[in-house]
């Protein structure tokens, strides 16, 4: 949460550091802000609301300082108004931070700042907190300072008296480094790096970088200097463009064929899962009695279909757990249990938290995950990496559908290391995963059709999700997707549930959408729609059936490919994350960054 970037070298900095912040927006939308280092002064510029109010603000800003540091953020500590936006600057000092300062109050007291403090932010005060120690040396201050702090943070830090630099630490929040012909950057993520460099380096933690025009030095708090391993993206800047959409969900949605056969295709081997080149061996899959899936939002829906597949294929029990909640239950599991992570950005607190206590008692963590070199990534036993290019949208759509796909991956691996699926089977299976991108293709024909749906439903106050089994784990995401960015109230039951309470809710015109794929509770399903739809409700059918002209049963249709059980995942998925969409936009909300959100959730 919040994205931060800092830029020194031969070029003005001040659209280097807006255009940046403009790509790191989905990180945080409440108020951006930024600070150029120009002769021994720092010229600060900051204002609630989103990057593009700052350009406009910073339009009067003349200088052409090739040095400085700019935040977006999403407030943790004070509410969001111009004086607690980032940069802060306290005497010499002007800093951006992501993360949370947990004893900022204690250093308040301590070190007698209050007087130096003018917002409601954990982060000013670090900057009073540096501007006291510092005596001429930066390095020497950051190293006292850091000393002290408790929490998360990335920090970014200029000093008045030294032009041309910029001091950047960090524990636990994010923050990768590149230098380059134009001189050195850093920033919360790639994608206000990638204009610069592919190549790149992960911010070790507890190490003081020193920025300049010529290159960047890191040292360890003992004063060793290091070198960190150069990492290279495998995606450029067109990637994290909108391509001609109106908005980067609706190109997400579309990127989800391509960013499938990315993530399928380089592990199928002679027709079978092969996943040696990922480094995972073939042993791992033999060994474990249970499985335990760890992750948070569309990422632990993922999680719930892998769940859904290996327990009615392989007959594996495993349990799903948000990761919030593993944390603090003191989770039943040991050295015969396999731990599966997934997280798009690799970077979700609480996820990474939970990785860290599988691994303490005793438990091998295997993660997917979509940004190379992320923290989760790091700290992982193995690593699948999903191949879905960057997702900029704050809504989940394409990291979820290579999240399922990698989860299937692992499925069909264990059962044929395991005896359980013969090579034949396997093979059929992942030929029919290689082609999850067609399906989608095939799905999002049907957008027209959806979005004369979405505009029916778009000024309903609530609308339910309903299914069985698989389809009961899509109405969790749909209702999800539903929710954050169309802000309508929106909920997943399973369909046979309903009347045990929720039914009581459903009257005339109420949305239903029901989601009928799977043919061994279809009867069951449609049972259940006729339960909602003789009490008024208005029922969208997902279905793989022809045209149903019975209104007793829906109101609407929208029909999926004819597909082979779990691989109808695939197809409901694409429709969910289009009746979503289409509903955001019709509304006029702003698709790809709702409100009170941010994209990686960096604080617990
Ligand atoms: O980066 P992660 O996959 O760990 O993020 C987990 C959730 O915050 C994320 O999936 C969130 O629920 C989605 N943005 C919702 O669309």
């Given amino acids: 949460m919040c994205g931060i970037i800092g830029y020194t070298g031969v070029l003005p900095a001040k659209d280097i550091l807006i255009d940046g912040l403009e790509r790191l927006e989905y990180r945080g939308y409440d108020s951006a802000g930024i600070a150029l280092l120009e002769d021994n002064n720092i010229i600060l510029k900051k204002k609630t609301g989103k990057v593009a109010g700052l350009r406009e603000a910073a339009g009067d800003i003349k200088s052409d300082s090739a040095c400085g540091i700019g935040h977006t953020r999403w407030a943790t500590h004070g509410g969001v108004t111009d004086i607690n936006a980032h940069p802060h600057k306290c005497g010499q000092v002007a800093l951006i931070h992501n993360g949370i300062i947990e004893n900022y109050r204690e250093l308040i007291v301590e070190y007698g700042l209050n007087e130096k403090l003018v917002s409601e932010t954990d982060t000013e005060v670090v900057a009073a907190l540096l501007d006291k120690l510092y005596e001429g040396d930066p390095v020497c201050a ?10 998360s943070f990335a920090l970014c830090i200029m000093f008045a008296d030294k032009p041309g630099k910029i001091y950047a630490v960090r524990n ?32 070790p933690e507890y190490h003081i970088l020193t920025l300049d025009k010529n290159g960047i030095k890191v040292e360890d708090l003992k004063g060793n200097v290091v070198t960190p391993e ?27 064929p391509e960013a499938l056969r990315n993530t399928v295709t380089p592990r199928v081997k002679d027709g079978l899962p092969y996943l040696l080149d990922d480094g995972i061996p073939d042993d791992i899959f033999k060994e474990f009695q249970n499985i335990m899936v760890v992750a948070c939002g569309t990422a632990m829906h993922a999680g719930m279909v892998g769940k859904a597949l290996i ?59 979509n940004v190379k070199g992320s923290t989760i990534a790091r700290e992982s036993d193995y690593v699948l990496y999903t191949h879905a290019g960057p997702e900029i949208a704050v809504a989940s759509t394409k990291a979820y559908t290579v999240q399922v796909a990698a989860m299937y991956i692992l499925a069909c691996k264990t059962g044929l290391e395991r005896g359980i699926m013969d090579e034949a089977s396997a093979r059929d299976f992942m030929a029919k995963l290689m082609n999850a991108g067609e399906i989608i293709e095939e799905t999002l024909k049907n957008a027209n059709n959806i979005k004369l749906i979405a505009e029916e439903i778009k000024m309903a106050p609530d609308v339910f999700y309903i299914g069985r089994g698989l389809d009961y784990t899509m109405s969790l995401e749909a209702s999800l997707k539903l929710k954050e960015i169309s802000y309508i109230h929106a909920e997943a039951y399973a ?31 449609i049972s259940n729609i006729r339960e909602v739809k003789s009490r008024g409700a208005y029922v969208v059918l997902v279905s793989e059936d022809d045209e149903i002209n019975d209104s007793n049963i829906c109101d609407r249709q929208i029909k999926i490919p004819h597909l082979e059980g779990e691989f ?26 709702p409100r009170n959100l941010a994209k990686s959730v960096t604080v617990e």
């Fill in 142 to 151: 950051i190293r006292k300072a850091v000393k002290r702090l408790a929490g």
């Fill in 172 to 203: 636990v929040s994010p923050m990768i480094a590149a230098s380059c012909d134009e001189g050195s950057i850093i920033a919360s993520d790639l994608t206000a790096v990638i204009a610069f460099s592919k190549k790149y380096f992960v911010v």
């Fill in 230 to 256: 150069i990492l290279e993206v495998n995606w450029d800047i067109t990637s994290a463009q909108k391509g001609g959409y109106p908005h980067y969900m609706l190109k997400e949605i579309y990127d989800q």
């Fill in 311 to 369: 327990e009615k294929k392989l007959r594996i029990p495993v349990t799903v757990e948000i990761a919030s909640e593993f944390r603090y239950k003191d989770p039943i599991i040991d050295e015969k249990t396999l731990t599966i992570v997934l997280s798009q950005s690799g970077e979700t607190i609480d996820t990474l938290e939970a990785l860290k206590l599988a691994q303490k008692k005793g438990s091998k963590v295997l993660s997917i995950v």
């Fill in 495 to 525: 369909a046979g549930e309903l009347k045990h309470g929720t039914i009581a809710l459903i009257t005339e015109n109420v949305p239903v959408i029901a989601i009928a794929t799977q043919e061994d509770v279809y009867s069951k399903v």
């Fill in 568 to 593: 109808t995942a695939f197809a409901t998925a694409a429709v969910l994350q289009l009746i979503a969409y289409y509903t955001s936009a019709s509304k006029g909300l702003d698709v790809d960054k």
